[in-house]
């Protein structure tokens, strides 16, 4: 193990002088008087080593020694990370004593002490490579693969596998040797370096499918595909936090990892408390058992929320690897690149746009690189779609965080202080957001396959009709309502409707909250049907009072059970109201 001393203290960037070979993103451990405070290697100059510390640097003194390990900064892998909340270095907060965390203080992300029953799947005799299974346990209800641990390369001979029984995660499970003779021996913990991705799989294909969340404003006109990516960028108070919690409560994904990156600690406070208690609709148990939460506040290390991200990340790729659809929610990456900035600044690098690091694009596109479909060595399929929360200052969508996540994902959701201000929630503007994936032949292919032929063709055919919605109202606001066509108001309330009905969603209504595909591929036919019908109105006093009607039977279809006789009733009336404006219609024409 090499060693060092501290030449200098500013804040959390430490400076060493080092006593041999030290590498980039090295972990080093500095001396201060009976602990030892974990910090990274971000630069080195000759002898002359820069790292950022995890911890408050008040107790280092100039000449304090430093430990470095020789390691990047890892997590460890393996049964036991479903319902934890972990910080930004994946200790292990529910194992931490007291009200605070105390400087230097660790514990281990993994239960040492359970036993979990496994199944073998692989037999003596046997070849394997990197992340194929040896066999399964149960954590949770999820089947958890035990691979061939990731760092191993070439091809390995099974030698040996337990048989099925309980064991604990630190007991070896098989032994493999490879092609030199050489024998490892494989338990069910692994560990690996968080800025380095996961490619342990066959190949990565363009997603195809959509990723179902239970919004309608995503599903239907914005959807986000398996495997995909978006961003919410948003003004403060626009709800950018509840909109991502809302996403995390319905989608339908098998796992899902949630970021707190630098937030404010009552926001996660309210998830830890919260999850526990929620039912995932999909499975019917709780939603805390799919769900681990990396928690960095803004009132915990600078430093830690760099290393946060890429924790949540590793966590989603080692699931991937088993075949599973991954859900990671970060809020905000705004925090983290603010992290970047911090520590870019106190290095005194050249600084770019708005003072961030110069290199802020490319360390962005390479993070959500890390996202996708892929195809693993057996054949099974796993997907990790992400979606980030920016927030810029003041709403700034020209600011340098929004810009260069905007070149790399697909998905743009913006939330729209007019929307929240008139309280129209999800306050997604259903015009300034889009969804690449729509111009995918993959992804429109699948489609039409899945849900019903030309979907992508007519869900681009309302985003027009919402359009010409908003221009009609331009009209109107600024021409008065009798100095406008009464066509102006049919497009106007047509809009409307389509607004109150598919785009606005009550998260506080248990049927409402979370609309199964299969509904919103009907709601959405009958509003088209009602979009292109063809009215006649005398005065624009009738347009008005004819939509409305319609939209409130509209929206107490939203609130009833799909199918149900309450439903099957209001469209009844529905169909009746639009019946009898046919008539009229045809009677005055």
């Known amino acids: 193990m090499n060693t060092g001393k501290v030449t200098g203290v500013i804040s959390n960037l430490i400076f060493i002088e080092a006593h041999g070979a030290v590498t980039q993103n090295e972990i080093c451990l500095i ?32 000449g304090s020694l430093v430990d470095f390990t020789g390691r990047l900064l890892e997590v460890e892998l393996g049964p036991g990370i479903l319902s934890k909340k972990y910080d930004g270095l994946q200790n292990d907060l529910t194992k931490m004593s007291g009200l605070f965390i105390d400087m230097g203080q660790t514990t281990p992300p993994l239960d040492s002490d359970v036993y979990y029953s496994f199944t073998p799947l692989i037999k003596a005799g046997e070849t394997v490579h990197a992340g ?17 641990p990731f760092t191993l390369k070439g091809t390995y001979t099974v030698e040996s596998v337990v048989k ?24 069910m913990v692994q560990k690996w370096p968080v800025k380095r991705a996961i490619r342990t799989f066959r190949q990565k294909i363009r997603p195809n499918k959509i990723l179902q969340t239970g919004l309608r404003v995503i599903d239907t006109l914005n959807p986000i595909a398996e495997g995909g990516t978006g961003y919410i960028p948003g003004p403060f108070g626009t709800g950018k936090t509840v909109l991502q919690q809302a996403i995390a409560k319905n989608s339908k994904a098998d796992i899902l990892i949630m970021v707190a990156c630098g937030e404010r600690a009552n926001e996660v406070v ?50 991937r690897a088993m075949g599973l659809k991954v859900l ?32 802020l694009p490319a360390t962005i596109a390479n993070f959500y690189s890390r996202a996708g479909l892929t195809e693993l060595n057996n054949g099974a399929w796993g997907s990790v779609t992400f979606i980030g929360t920016v927030s810029p200052a ?12 905007s070149k790399v994902a697909r998905c743009f959701y913006a939330l729209s202080q007019k929307r929240a201000d008139a309280k129209r929630y999800p306050a997604i503007d259903p015009i300034a957001s889009y969804s690449k994936y729509l111009d995918y032949p993959e992804f429109v292919e699948n489609t039409d396959t899945s849900i019903q032929k030309g979907w992508v063709a007519k869900v681009k055919k309302c985003k027009d009709l919402i359009r010409n919605g908003l221009e009609a109202r331009d009209q109107i606001s600024i021409l008065g309502d009798d100095a406008v066509p009464v066509e102006y108001h049919v497009v106007f309330w047509k809009s409307e409707m389509i607004d109150f009905a598919l785009i606005q969603q009550d998260s506080f209504d248990d049927v409402d909250m979370n609309t199964s ?5 009907y709601m959405f036919n009958k509003l088209m049907e009602i979009g292109y019908m063809e009215f006649h109105f005398s005065e624009f006093e009738e347009v008005g009072t004819f939509f409305k009607q319609i939209i409130n039977i509209l929206k107490q279809m939203n609130y009833s ?8 009733k209001h469209h009844k009336e529905l169909e009746k109201a639009l019946q009898n404006m046919r008539e009229k219609t045809l009677t005055e024409l």
């Open 31 to 62: 001396h201060t008087e009976n602990k030892r405070l974990m910090a990274e290697v971000i630069r080195i100059t000759g002898t002359q080593v820069s790292a950022q510390l995890f911890e408050t640097s008040m107790t280092i003194k100039m």
């Open 164 to 187: 099925k029984g309980d064991y604990l995660i630190n007991d070896v499970m098989a032994v493999l040797s490879s092609e030199k003779g050489e024998k490892i021996e494989v338990t």
């Open 517 to 521: 595909l299969e509904r919103q591929q």
């Open 561 to 568: 059970p799909f199918d149900s006789s309450q439903f099957k």
């Open 394 to 405: 003041g709403g700034n969508f020209k600011e340098p965080v929004t810009e260069s996540t």
């Open 270 to 319: 309210e998830i830890f408390t919260e999850f526990p208690k929620l039912t995932d609709p999909d499975t019917g148990r709780t939603l805390d058992e799919k769900t681990t939460i990396i928690c960095n506040t803004s009132n915990m290390p600078v430093a830690a929320r760099e290393a946060s991200v890429y924790v949540g990340m590793t966590l989603a790729e080692y699931y």
């Open 132 to 148: 194929d299974w040896l066999g399964s346990v149960k954590e949770n209800w999820i089947d958890h693969k035990i691979m061939v």
């Open 328 to 359: 990671i929610l970060a809020d905000s990456t705004s925090r983290w690149a603010q992290a970047l900035r911090e520590m870019s600044n106190r290095m005194e690098e050249l600084p770019g746009p708005d003072a961030f690091p110069v290199e």
